[in-house]
Structures are given as C-alpha cells and as structure tokens.
C-alpha cells in the first residue's frame, strides 16, 4: 500500500506534521528512510530508499540557505539580548557580543543538514514530486 502510493504519487502519504518532522530529524521527506547523507556536509543526489531527487530545480538550496539564516540570526540575537539582560545594570559588551559572535559561525554549519533536509520537507509539502 505504501510503496504503491509512492510510486504512485511520489509521496508515501504521510500528513504535513510527519513531513516537516521527517525534514527536522534528517530523513526522507517521501518516504521517511534515512541515510541521505554522505557525511555531515554532502547530501545524496536522491533517497537511497525511494529514489525521491533532492534537488528539485536550478538554485534549490537557496531556500535552505534561508532558511539556516533565519535561525542562526534568532539564535545569536536571542543569545546577545539574553546576556545583555543578564548583564545589566552594567553590561560589558565584548561578554555580550563576543558569543553571539562565536555562535553566528558554529551555528550555520552545525545546521545546515537539518536546514536541507528540512527544506527539502517544505518544499515537497508544497509541492509534492512527480510519480516515480
Ligand atoms: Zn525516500
């Protein structure tokens, strides 16, 4: 029934929650499978499961992109406000920003599996592939 739907509609039939969560945890937004990557920088061309194609157009990983961008700067300025409150009355701005700093360059690459995976769900959420 599964595999059937699949081939069928290029999803498996999972609900936008299963999808976006599959995306979160770095596994296949059709069928759910893991195993996408070659190591923790270099993603497969397609599902080792389902044959899904990850790459669905010229500059699709912009959108991950994007997407790693918009967290990474929520992380650092939640980081900066946070010890900008702690430090009140009297903050010391290099114990306030340099953080912030050191997190806006650990942060994007420790995301950017899960923000290409998690793109990858959106995207077939939105849009779901062509039968297979
Ligand atoms: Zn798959």
Same mark, same amino acid.
């Given at each position: 029934m599964r595999a059937e739907r699949l081939a069928a509609t290029g999803m498996d039939? $999972?609900?936008?929650?299963? #999808?976006?969560?599959?995306?979160?945890?770095? /596994?296949? /937004? $059709?069928?759910? +499978?893991?195993?996408?990557?070659?190591?923790?920088?270099?993603?497969? =061309?397609?599902?080792? =499961?389902?044959?899904?194609?990850?790459?669905? =157009?010229?500059?699709?990983? #912009?959108? $991950? !992109?994007?997407?790693? =961008?918009? #967290? +990474?700067?929520? !992380?650092?300025?939640?980081? /900066?406000?946070?010890l900008l409150l702690l430090s009140l009355p009297e903050p010391t701005w290099p114990a306030v920003l340099l953080p912030s700093a050191a997190l806006a360059v650990v942060i994007p690459i420790a995301l950017d599996p899960v923000t290409r995976t998690l793109w990858t769900a959106i995207v077939a959420a939105a849009n779901p592939p062509p039968p297979r």
């Open positions: 039939g $999972a609900g936008l929650v299963t #999808i976006l969560w599959r995306g979160l945890t770095l /596994a296949c /937004a $059709a069928c759910g +499978s893991r195993g996408l990557f070659h190591h923790w920088w270099r993603m497969r =061309s397609t599902c080792p =499961s389902c044959r899904f194609r990850f790459t669905r =157009s010229e500059g699709f990983w #912009i959108g $991950a !992109v994007g997407v790693n =961008s918009v #967290i +990474s700067g929520f !992380v650092c300025l939640v980081t /900066a406000v946070g």
